[in-house]
């Protein structure tokens, strides 16, 4: 078979032996394959991945002297099962998975290992339990986008965002633009996207945003605010002496207090994602968010990165990270593409054969030109 492999961070189609399911796997036609941010990251950072995984208990992520296929967003069809399968999907049908392969070393993700080459390439293995039929004639473009919208998903439930929340999207590359189409289908009525970009605020505003901002003109934080939000340090001293004062003079006031503590009443908040990646977002985000601010870190930053504590302490932001999503994320994701319930189709900007993966990551530079192109294995197309 056919794949883009990546080596010494260049990339070359080469001729690879077709890939043999093993007991419990199954063997997919690759019909669409996402270029996802990471890919872009892991072409000349691949050592950086490794030493940060190895750190956490993982240590088999491709290096750069390596012969890596990428590739981990993709729909595909099923063209033959390994012993042990149950075969609940007629062969030729359409279907996604989610990239993990169980080998002799463990379960490693594919397009990130030797171990696990990913679906840049004409073939794919994947586990038969990690496979889903893909419903209602979804278009396969479409469909092997479930893996970075089940990305995006994760991110908004780790978010926990009420409707009635302002939830805040800094950066709209694909992720954050998932993130917008994900919070919208959860029914959240205010969110702000902000870029840099005109061309991915554009997006955003296609994608559902309510309020998009260049945030060279106004802080996000600005563009919508909740009523009762603590913009400032001062304005939240002022408002605990306030709150004694008010609680001292009415009789039970004390009491009242304690009851509002005990149910979780406290002043408004934004839910605030990151979908940047780049070192000093973070400090950014906190040193400009209201306090009692929820981060949720979408974007992915492998080097390391700065952190004044103290300002996160003194606001008591609330800051979590997002990683993948779980099986059932997953299929929920498929699900919400079939029934029309999410549609990243504004941007979906292109499409390669294998001879066009390297015009396409340089493509990928430009944010006015594209946000996400796709590889689909039997085109000629050599540039998106």
């Given amino acids: 078979m056919r794949a883009a492999v990546c080596q010494h961070e260049e990339f070359r189609v080469e001729d690879l032996p077709e890939p043999t399911p093993g007991t419990g796997q199954v063997r997919l036609r690759t019909v669409r394959c996402g270029i996802c941010g990471s890919d872009l990251h892991a072409r000349h950072g691949a050592d950086d991945w490794a030493d940060m995984t190895a750190r956490i208990g993982y240590d088999r992520t491709a290096r750069s002297h390596e012969p890596v296929v990428f590739g981990h967003e993709f729909s595909g069809a099923v ?6 399968c149950r075969r609940a999907v007629p062969e030729g049908a359409p279907v996604v998975a989610l990239p993990m392969l169980r080998g002799a070393h463990g379960v490693d993700g594919t397009g990130l290992s030797t171990f696990a080459p990913g679906a840049y390439a004409e073939q794919v293995l994947d586990e038969e ?6 419903p209602n004639g979804l278009d396969p473009a479409v469909a092997a986008l479930t893996e970075p919208l089940a990305v995006a998903l994760h991110a908004v439930r780790r978010g926990e965002v009420g409707r009635r929340q302002v939830a805040v999207v800094v950066g709209c590359g694909p992720i954050g633009l998932g993130v917008i189409l994900m919070l919208k ?7 702000v996207a902000s870029d840099f970009s005109p061309g991915r605020r554009a997006l955003a505003r296609a994608c559902g945003a309510d309020v998009v901002v260049d945030p060279r003109e106004l802080s996000p934080y600005d563009a919508a605010p909740a009523k009762g939000e603590l913009r400032e340090l001062a304005a939240g001293l002022e408002l605990m002496v306030g709150v004694a004062e008010k609680a001292a003079r009415v009789p039970g006031g004390w009491a009242a207090l304690g009851l509002a503590e005990r149910f979780g009443i406290a002043p408004r908040h934004p839910v605030i994602f990151e979908c940047v990646g780049v070192p000093g977002v973070i400090e950014e985000i906190v040193a400009g968010a209201p306090l009692l601010s929820r981060i949720v870190v979408a974007g ?3 080097g390391t990165d700065h952190l004044t504590p103290a300002m996160g302490i003194m606001k008591e932001v609330d800051l979590r990270f997002a990683f993948a999503y779980t099986p059932p994320e997953f299929r929920r994701t498929l699900h919400l593409l079939a029934e029309g319930k999410v549609d990243p189709r504004p941007f979906i900007t292109g499409t390669v054969g294998l001879e066009g993966v390297d015009a396409a990551f340089a493509a990928l530079a430009d944010p006015e030109a594209h946000a996400k192109i796709l590889i689909d294995p039997a085109s000629g197309a050599t540039a998106p």
């Fill in 185 to 191: 289908a959860q029914g959240v009525r205010t969110v």
């Fill in 300 to 302: 992915v930053c492998v």
């Fill in 79 to 84: 063209a033959e099962y390994g012993p042990g």
């Fill in 129 to 134: 339990s990690l496979m889903f039929a893909v």
